[in-house]
């Protein structure tokens, strides 16, 4: 978070762990979604203009909706983990909550 806008934080507990498979020319990896404190809505941002255009503060459904295609499990599974407390693992055929 400090990074990308500048904001200090603190990583809470695992939600999602994601195999991405190996796909034309690009090797398998792992994808991990962690947890974090809450940030509060008042804070100033300082974006990465390089990187980052402009931001939202989105619920749950929103920011899955507006995610890219790629993401949106990952993102909506991170959300899952967080409400019911599980963590999850998304392999290539099955997902795993434990």
């Given at each position: 978070m400090l990074e990308e806008v500048g904001l200090a934080g603190k990583v809470a507990r695992l939600l999602v762990v994601k195999l991405k498979a190996a796909a034309k020319g690009t090797p398998a990896s792992l994808m991990?979604?962690?947890?974090?404190?809450?940030?509060?809505?008042?804070?100033?941002?300082?974006?990465q203009a390089a990187e980052i255009a402009e931001t939202f503060w989105l619920d749950d459904s929103e920011a899955v909706r507006r995610h890219t295609s790629g993401g949106r499990a990952r993102l909506a599974m991170a959300f899952r983990a967080k409400r019911e407390g599980l963590t999850v693992y998304m392999g290539a055929d099955r997902d795993f909550a434990f």
């Open positions: 991990f979604v962690f947890d974090s404190e809450p940030v509060d809505r008042g804070e100033e941002l300082s974006l």
